[in-house]
């Protein structure tokens, strides 16, 4: 398929990055613009990652708060439902945009810059497209989790079992408020009423968002990137320490996997910070926790683990470090109730183990600690990925043609 050279708009809360969002929409824009298109970065919250400006990237900053961190909480809590200057800015950058070769790619919307910026979109002839990252789409708290009970919600959105049900991480205040961000988002957002152009990075994510995305929506699925220079596979049955890598708290699973060390006695490192930490040292006080650490001795952290641990009881979207993991040959341990399974053939490439249950995570640990398990699933993950590997450049080749079906169709 030619792909045409277009004008993309890449709109994100953050200019930097500080998350997988972030970390896909900066390394897309800059991939994109290295394949000759015209990228324009629009984003509210700085710092502005020093590689966009390196690589040509123009960027247009709102130089606001993210919501959560402004010391002004009624500016926050105002500017989180709707964004005004948001609004004002993106109108006018519809109004200097030829809507025959720009199209717009929204990554993320919910920590600043609101569904102010989505209506005008929608509501003009531009062609956009949204990655769907999380479950903001249709969930008031992004993961359809009740961060009160512990427990996957399997609630309808914005029904009233779920407008009076306080799942929020922080308070029930607060949930109402992010109830109303959702219906001002629906309805003048017109996030639910019109179809949409949507990337779909897993197919366990998307699952659980389908029955929400409007009728005639058109859906594209295309991995996210990881950053991985292709190495000799590393036979992971030559290493004995497991890993977990990520928030330390709940709903993360941090404290299934202590439990699982426990019962025995494993070798296990715990890579991230959070406020469970105390809790895990408490069940487990030989596990070994870093803290949060810089990417390449994650990296070498991994390479010397015998298998990747990830029990999150959370729906997650695409759990990049189970990719990250197999691209050097070594296998994960992933929850069956999480889009980690997408990226783990159960028993080929690593294995599922029923979320929430200790024991059945400690019974999958002891198999992978079997002689010659580890190095046939070793092998296989790493076959496995580099089969089709996640790469910026196959990302971005995907991106591109998918702008140019997207801008090909008519209406």
């Given amino acids: 398929m030619t792909t045409k050279i277009l004008q993309v708009v890449i709109i994100n809360d953050f200019a930097h990055i500080n998350g997988g969002a972030s970390q896909v929409a900066i390394s897309s824009a800059i991939q994109l613009a290295k394949l000759g298109n015209d990228v324009t970065f629009f984003a509210s919250v700085g710092p502005i990652s020093p590689d966009l400006i390196f690589c040509g990237v123009r960027v247009i900053l ?15 809590a105002l500017q989180g439902i709707w964004n005004l200057k948001a609004h004002k800015r993106m109108v006018k950058l519809l109004k200097f945009s030829n809507p025959d070769n720009t199209i717009f790619h929204i990554h993320s919307w919910t920590k ?24 903001f789409f249709s969930c008031p708290n992004g993961g359809f989790y009740n961060y009160q009970t512990h427990k996957i919600c399997k609630k309808a959105p914005l029904s009233m079992d779920c407008v009076f049900t306080n799942c929020d991480v922080r308070s029930y205040q607060q949930k109402l408020w992010r109830v109303l961000r959702q219906f001002i988002q629906d309805k003048f957002g017109l996030m639910k009423s019109q179809p949409k152009n949507i990337i ?16 005639q929506s058109t859906i594209y699925r295309i991995n996210n990137p990881i950053e991985v220079d292709r190495q000799p596979w590393i036979s992971s049955e030559l290493n004995a320490q497991f890993a977990f890598i990520g928030r330390l708290s709940s709903e993360k699973g941090a404290d299934i996997f202590a439990k699982a060390s426990k019962k025995l006695d494993l070798n296990s490192i715990f890579i991230g910070d959070g406020n469970l930490k105390p809790a895990l040292l408490k069940i487990f006080p030989r596990a070994k926790i870093t803290g949060w650490i810089p990417r390449n001795m994650v990296v070498d952290a991994l390479a ?19 990719l990250e993991a197999a691209a050097i040959g070594i296998p994960s341990i992933v929850s069956d109730s ?21 024991i059945d995570l400690a019974e999958k640990i002891l198999l992978m ?29 995907n991106l591109m043609e998918s702008y140019s079906l997207i801008m090909d169709k008519s209406g």
């Avoid at 298998?307 to 959370?314: D, G, T």
């Avoid at 889009?339 to 929430?356: H, K, N, P, Y």
């Avoid at 600690?369 to 080749?397: I, M």
Wanted: proline residues 6%; charged residues 20%; aromatic residues 12%.
């Fill in 62 to 76: 709102l130089d606001q708060f993210e919501i959560a961190k402004d010391p002004n909480r009624v500016r926050a």
């Fill in 112 to 135: 600043s810059l609101s569904s102010s910026v989505i209506r005008p979109l929608l509501k003009s002839k531009h062609k956009s497209v949204f990655t769907f990252h999380d479950y």
């Fill in 369 to 397: 600690q079997s002689t010659g398990v580890a190095t046939r699933l070793s092998k296989a993950a790493y076959d496995f990925y580099w089969k089709s590997p996640a790469t910026l450049e196959n990302h971005a080749v």
């Fill in 200 to 215: 779909a990075i897993s197919n366990f994510s998307f699952s659980i968002l389908k029955p929400f995305v409007p009728d």
């Fill in 304 to 322: 010397h683990s015998r298998a990747l641990v990830f029990p999150s009881v959370l729906y997650e979207g695409s759990p990049l470090a189970i």
């Fill in 338 to 358: 999480c889009a980690g399974r997408d990226m783990v053939l159960d028993g080929i490439t690593g294995f599922w183990f029923r979320a929430g249950d200790h």
